[in-house]
């Protein structure tokens, strides 16, 4: 990735918050390299490196999912690039301090350059990784996606893209708006999250349904939240394999 790409770093705490839990619990860990890893060996994800995450309703974990699944990467070794792509509830942003700056609406707009929106974070409290960085939703409100020139801004979304090991673009659900399905076009794969005991099947459905008609392959769904005693076995029988040490 060049330098020329990134612009001042940035202290997540969020996030470093979530990378030390990684480094610290191996069962946690081991499931997002899990995912990392079918990621990565997804045929579909064979003509690019970003992954739309998404989910049908709100509610259902996707901010942590992508969060878990960039920092995942970065601790692989990978450059990650993290987005926030919720330009109606940019949680994201908020969470690492970065709500009112300069982002992905403005790169799509044509109004800023790379430089200006994807700033490198330090997590701290982690063990050694590949480059991490962020780039926040931007300034204007998700009203500006109307004026965006779509094939144009795929052709300059690619261009960042290319300059990182992955991707990843946190979005609005696609029930709750249209957002993500615009984003979809210019992605070059979707990851659903699902709510284990909370989410609608039928609603999921209509969801997948909805982003398959895009056209970009859909990798996967990753169950969130489960609870085995709740809702699978309640014994581990493997847990003495799980990793002791990150180091």
């Not at 708006?177 to 999250?193: E, K, Q, R, S, T």
Request: charged residues 20%.
């Amino acid at each position: 990735m060049s330098t020329e790409l990134i612009g001042k770093p940035t202290d997540a705490a969020w996030l470093s918050g979530l990378a030390k839990i990684m480094s610290e619990n191996p069962e946690f860990a081991d499931a997002y390299d899990a995912l990392f890893g079918a990621v990565r060996l997804a045929s579909s994800r064979a003509s690019g490196n970003s992954i739309l995450v998404t989910s049908a309703e709100p509610g259902e974990g996707k901010t942590t999912v992508s969060s878990c699944l960039a920092i995942a990467a970065s601790l692989a070794g990978q450059t990650a690039l993290l987005i926030d792509g919720d330009l109606r509830r940019s949680s994201l942003s908020a969470a690492v301090g970065s709500p009112d700056t300069v982002g992905l609406i403005e790169i799509l707009l044509g109004q800023a350059n790379a430089a200006e929106v994807i700033r490198p974070v330090t997590l701290a409290g982690s063990r050694p990784a590949g480059v991490f960085s962020l780039m926040a939703g931007g300034r204007k409100s998700s009203m500006s996606l109307a004026a965006v020139d779509w094939g144009k801004a795929r052709s300059v979304f690619r261009s960042i893209s290319q300059q990182f090991g992955i991707v990843v673009l946190d979005s609005p659900p696609v029930l709750a708006a249209n957002d993500a399905l615009l984003f979809a076009g210019i992605v070059d794969a979707v990851l659903l999250v699902v709510g284990a005991g909370s989410a609608d099947r039928g609603e999921v459905r209509r969801a997948k349904e909805q982003l398959d008609a895009i056209g970009t392959p859909n990798i996967g769904a990753v169950l969130n939240r489960f609870e085995p005693k709740l809702h699978g076995r309640s014994n581990q029988p493997y847990r003495g394999y799980y990793r002791r040490s990150r180091s």
